[in-house]
T-cell receptor
């Protein structure tokens, strides 16, 4: 599986966009980029995922560079409740045994008023 | 709708005592089930996953075991707890292994004293 690199921490002002980067320079053609977040003392929550096209849902947008070696998760209007650890995970989307989410250290996003 | 139940929420156990944590999923059939652990100040570690009744894969050799006696029941056990078993234990399920849309339980915070 491709390795991901994320900054350990980031700060964001409430109401501003939070842009969380992730480097995955060794990503292979069939690997997806997944984003999850974990609010303190809770289980991780799925945010978004993509292969090569940019994706948007009600929670966030995912921008993947054309060479797929990096991506950015964008929270358009961060709130205090977005304070969490954000995990970028690169894995094959496999509907079979032997595949599971493996979490790295992630980025701790702190949103302040 | 699908729900995942995990209990107890908190647990304090002496060293050497047994452990049994239970996780059940409702509203779906044949889910993939997972146990993760998060030690204090550390990331999420995948412990076990199961793709069906009686089918358990262990990711990390340790003092713990898992069982799946029913389709929607996943149990994490230990015969003798160690201090290093302390942590936040999370159960999760996914639809036949798809990596987006993992749903996590609310977790059990285990303190071994």
């Amino acid at each position: 599986d491709a390795k991901t690199t994320q900054p350990p921490s980031m700060d964001c002002a409430e109401g501003r966009a939070a842009n969380l980067p992730c480097n995955h320079s060794t990503i292979s053609g069939n690997e997806y980029v997944y984003w999850y977040r974990q609010i303190h003392s809770q289980g991780p929550q799925y945010i978004i995922h993509g292969l090569k096209n940019n994706e948007t849902n009600e929670m966030a947008s995912l921008i993947i560079t054309e060479d797929r070696k990096s991506s950015t998760l964008i929270l358009p209007h961060a709130t205090l409740r977005d304070t969490a650890v954000y995990y970028c995970i690169v894995r094959v989307e496999a509907n079979q045994a032997g595949t599971a989410l493996i979490f790295g250290k992630g980025t701790t996003l702190s949103v302040s008023s | 709708s699908q729900t995942i139940h995990q209990w107890p929420a908190t647990l304090v156990q002496p060293v050497g005592s047994p452990l049994s944590l239970e996780c059940t999923v409702e509203g779906t059939s044949n889910p993939n089930l997972y146990w993760y652990r998060q030690a204090a100040g550390r990331g999420l570690q995948l412990l076990f996953y199961s793709v069906g009744i009686g089918q358990i894969s262990s990711e990390v050799p340790q003092n713990l075991s898992a069982s799946r006696p029913q389709d929607r029941q996943f149990i994490l056990s230990s015969k003798k707890l160690l201090l290093s078993d302390s942590g936040f234990y999370l159960c999760a399920w996914s639809v036949t292994g798809l990596l987006y849309g993992y749903t996590f339980g609310s977790g059990t915070r285990l303190t071994v004293v």
